[in-house]
C-alpha cells in the first residue's frame, strides 16, 4: 500500500527575495518528493512565506511602508523564482493567514489546558528614544558565549547558541542605536523541561527502537540540549509586533518561531480546502493506520535545528498533531570556497540567476553533489561548467542523442531487438536501477546520479566498441540492434534523472512514446521492437563559463542597486545620527586595489614607546612572511596587553617609514574619530597569519 508523505521545506524568511541558499533547499526537496512520487508513493509538498516578526517590522519601516505591502510584494518575489527553478510544490502558502491564527490559537489553548503555559514577569531591554520594548531581533550586541560582535537578540549566527536579549553584551536597538534599559513586562512561557521524556523517545534512533530518522550528528547535538537542561521558552512579544496576538492576552503576540513552523499545518488546511481533502489525514493521522504509513518530513538547513528537533516536536505532540517522522538537515551553500559574498558578487539572487544560466544546469549539479549529510555546500563555477558539460552533456545526452539521431536518420527510426552481447549492459543498467530509489529516500541525490552516468558511459563504451556507424553499411539490422541497446539504457538513465531534470523525464516518455509516464517501476520494461521513436529533443547544451561570467557581474549589480535603494531609504526613512563622518573620497576603479595588499597580522609583542603619548609598538606577525615592526598611534585607546594575540588588518606593502623611534614596516587597519576612540579592526582568530584579504 502506498504511504502518505507530507514534506516540507524551510520557509521563506518574507523580509527580502530568495537566494541560491533557498534554492539549494528547494531543489533538495523538490528532488525528494519527485522521487518518492515515481516510488509510487501518495505525497504533497507544502510550503509557505514566514512573513511575521521584527526583521519584517524594521524593513516595513525603513522602506516607509505596511508589512502588509512587504510580504506581498516579496510573496510574488518567491513565487516567480521557485517556479523558475521548478520547485513543484503543491501549494506556496502564508504564514499571514486565517489558518494560521487558527492552528496557533489551538495550539497554545492545548498547552494551557496541559498547564504548559506559565505568566510571570520578566525584565525587558526598553528603548527610551523608541518608547518600546525591544523583542529580539530590535536588538543588537555581543554574544555573551563566544563573544562575537552584531549579534542578534535571540542567536548568535557564528556559534549557534540561543540566549535572551538581556544576555547580550553591550545592546543596543537596531532602530535608533539607543542603549535600551531594563524595564518589567509580563511574558508568556512554555517550561521545555516538562516534555523532556517525550523529547528522549522522539530522538531515540531505530537502532534503539524509534521512529524518528534524524542525522546522527543532528541527534546528538539535540540530545545535548536536552542532556544540558532545556530552558523555559518564551513564545510572547510585545505590541508593536507583527504577527498573530496571543488570545486572552491583549498587546501580546506570538514569537514568530511559535507560530512560523505552524504554517506548514496552515499550508496543508488550505490545500485541503482547494482540493477536497482532509487535514485530518496529514495532521492528525498516527503511524500505523491501515490505509498507510503518515509520514511528515522536514528539510531545513542546520541553522534552525534548535526550532524543528526541540520546540515542534513537543508543540505538536502536546496539541494531538502528527509529530515528524523525519527532519533532513543540510549544510549553508558556498560559492567559490566562501560564504557568499555580495562584494564578491557571490551572493546570487534566484530570479537573477534565472536571467542568466539554465535551471536544470543547477538543480543537477546541486543534486549530483548533495547527500544525506550536513556539510556546508560549495558551489564552484569552474567545476559546475565542468560538471555539467562532463555528464549532463558529455555522456547522459550524448547517448541519447547517438542513439535516436541515428535510427532516426538512417534506420527509419525504429528499434530492434536487444542484440546478445547487449544483453549484459543492459542487465547491468537495471541493476544499478534498483538502488536508486532507496538512494532517493535517503536523500542520497549525489550517488544515485553517479549510477545513472554510470550506465550512461558503459553503454557508450558498448556502442563506441561495436560502431554502428561502421556495421550499418554492411548490416543494417544488426547496427539497429546496437542502437536500440543505447535507446533501452537512455529510458533507464532518463528515469534516474527525471526526479533532477523533470523535462528531461517529459522528453524521454516523449522521444520514445510511452503509454505512462517513468517510474521506478516501469522505467526497466523492455521497449518492443518496431517502435517507432518521436523526434529527438535537444537534452542538454553546453555550459559556457562566460555565462557565469555574466551571472557574477549581474549580482555584483543587483548589490550595488540594494545599496543605492537602502541609501535612499535611509534619508527618507531611517535613524539620524548626531556625528559626522568624512566624506567618501572620489571614486575609482577596482583596478586601484590591486596596489594595496592587505594580509592578516597577529600582534604578538606590544609596548609603550618611552617619550611618545601616542605611540605603542607593535610585532606584528605575518606567518610564513616574517614578523614586521609597526608604530601605531592606538595608546588613547588600548593598553599594550589588550592588543596580544589580536588577528587584525595589516597594510602589509606599505613602503617602510623611518621615525624617530625606529622603523616602522607597515600599518594595521583601524577606525576612530579622535586619539581616544580608535576601534582596531578585529578577525577572526581562525583567520591565518599571512592569509591575503581580498
Not at 547522459?396 to 535516436?404: E, F, M, Y
Not at 531534470?501 to 524521454?508: F, Q, R, S, V, Y
Not at 607597515?666 to 579622535?674: V, Y
Request: with cysteine.
Amino acid at each position: 500500500m502506498a504511504n502518505k508523505v507530507l514534506v516540507t521545506a524551510a520557509l521563506t524568511y518574507a523580509n527580502g527575495p530568495a537566494h541560491l541558499g533557498h534554492v539549494l533547499e528547494a531543489i533538495q526537496t523538490d528532488v525528494y518528493v519527485r522521487a518518492r512520487r515515481m516510488m509510487g508513493d501518495e505525497v504533497i509538498f507544502m510550503w509557505a512565506d514566514d512573513t511575521h516578526g521584527t526583521p519584517i517590522q524594521i524593513r516595513a519601516l525603513r522602506e516607509g511602508i505596511d508589512p502588509e505591502q512587504l510580504i506581498a510584494r516579496v510573496y510574488d518575489e518567491h513565487v516567480k523564482a521557485y517556479n523558475g527553478f521548478q520547485i513543484g510544490y503543491d501549494i506556496f502558502y502564508t504564514t499571514h493567514s486565517e489558518e494560521n491564527r487558527k492552528h496557533a490559537a489551538a495550539i497554545f489553548e492545548a498547552l494551557r489546558e496541559r498547564g504548559d503555559i506559565e505568566v510571570r514577569d520578566v525584565e525587558q531591554l526598553y528603548s527610551e528614544v523608541d518608547q518600546m520594548f525591544l523583542p529580539d531581533r530590535m536588538v543588537q550586541g555581543t554574544c555573551p558565549v563566544c563573544k562575537t560582535p552584531d549579534q542578534d537578540g535571540d542567536s548568535c549566527e557564528r556559534c549557534g547558541s540561543t540566549y535572551r536579549p538581556t544576555e547580550l553584551i553591550e545592546p543596543r536597538s537596531v532602530i535608533s542605536g539607543d542603549t535600551p534599559v531594563l524595564r518589567t513586562s509580563e511574558h508568556l512561557f512554555v517550561p521545555l523541561a516538562r516534555h523532556e521524556a517525550f523529547l528522549r523517545e522522539w530522538l531515540t534512533p531505530a537502532s534503539e527502537g524509534g521512529a524518528t530518522i534524524l542525522q546522527d550528528s543532528v541527534r546528538n547535538f539535540v540530545l545535548s540540549w536536552v542532556d544540558g537542561g532545556l530552558r523555559d521558552w518564551d513564545i510572547s512579544r510585545e505590541a508593536p509586533y507583527f504577527g498573530i496576538e496571543i488570545p486572552g492576552f491583549p498587546g501580546k503576540y506570538f514569537y514568530v518561531w511559535f507560530d512560523a513552523p505552524i504554517g506548514y499545518i496552515a499550508a496543508t488546511e488550505k490545500w485541503c480546502e482547494l482540493n477536497g481533502k482532509n487535514l485530518d489525514d496529514w495532521w492528525k493521522a498516527p503511524p500505523g493506520r491501515e490505509d498507510g504509513q503518515t509520514e511528515i518530513v522536514h528539510v531545513i538547513g542546520k541553522d534552525i535545528v534548535y526550532f524543528h528537533c526541540l520546540f515542534w516536536p513537543a508543540m505538536l505532540n502536546a496539541a494531538g498533531y502528527t509529530v515528524p517522522s523525519r527532519v533532513q538537515v543540510h549544510g549553508w551553500l558556498k560559492v567559490n570556497g566562501e560564504k557568499m559574498s555580495k562584494r564578491r558578487g557571490t551572493f546570487i539572487l534566484a530570479n537573477t540567476y534565472l536571467e542568466h544560466v539554465d535551471p536544470a544546469y543547477l538543480r543537477y549539479y546541486l543534486a549530483a553533489r548533495l547527500s544525506s549529510n550536513q556539510d556546508d555546500f560549495d558551489l564552484a563555477m569552474d567545476d559546475f561548467v565542468l560538471r555539467v558539460n562532463a555528464d549532463l552533456v558529455g555522456k547522459a545526452a550524448n547517448l541519447a542523442s547517438r542513439s535516436i539521431k541515428f535510427l532516426n536518420n538512417k534506420l527509419g527510426g525504429t528499434l530492434g531487438p536487444i542484440p546478445e552481447d547487449g544483453a549484459a549492459v543492459l542487465e547491468g543498467a537495471r541493476q544499478k536501477l534498483l538502488e536508486v530509489p532507496d538512494l532517493y529516500r535517503n536523500f542520497d541525490s549525489a550517488k544515485a546520479l553517479r549510477l545513472a552516468m554510470e550506465m550512461a558511459e558503459a553503454c557508450d563504451g558498448y556502442i563506441n566498441e561495436h560502431a554502428p556507424w561502421k556495421v550499418i553499411k554492411t548490416d543494417p539490422e544488426r547496427a539497429r540492434a546496437i542502437l536500440t541497446v543505447g535507446v533501452q539504457v537512455s529510458k533507464l538513465v532518463g528515469a534516474v534523472l527525471k526526479p533532477v531534470l523533470p523535462e528531461w523525464g517529459e522528453k524521454i516518455e516523449r522521444m520514445l512514446k510511452l503509454d505512462q509516464p517513468l517510474s521506478f517501476a516501469n522505467a526497466a520494461e523492455p521497449l518492443p521492437a518496431g517502435l517507432e521513436l518521436g523526434a529527438y529533443e535537444t537534452l542538454a547544451e553546453r555550459l559556457q563559463s562566460a555565462t557565469l561570467d555574466a551571472l557574477i557581474e549581474a549580482s555584483k549589480q543587483d548589490v550595488a542597486a540594494d545599496q543605492a535603494v537602502g541609501a535612499t531609504q535611509s534619508e527618507d526613512a531611517g535613524p539620524s545620527f548626531d556625528y559626522e563622518v568624512a566624506p567618501l573620497a572620489e571614486e575609482v576603479g577596482i583596478d586601484a586595489l590591486e596596489q594595496i595588499d592587505l594580509r592578516v597580522g597577529k600582534i604578538v609583542e606590544c609596548e609603550q614607546v618611552p617619550k611618545a603619548k601616542k605611540l605603542l609598538r607593535l610585532t606584528v606577525d605575518l606567518g610564513p612572511l616574517g614578523q614586521r615592526n609597526v608604530f601605531s598611534g592606538i595608546s588613547q585607546s588600548y593598553a599594550p596587553d589588550q592588543l596580544l594575540g589580536k588577528h587584525v588588518v595589516m597594510f602589509a606593502n606599505l613602503k617602510p617609514r623611518t621615525m624617530r623611534f625606529g622603523v616602522s614596516e607597515g600599518m594595521i587597519m583601524a577606525a576612530g574619530q579622535s586619539d581616544d576612540k580608535v576601534t582596531v579592526i578585529e578577525l577572526d582568530p581562525r583567520s591565518l597569519p599571512g592569509d591575503k584579504i581580498s
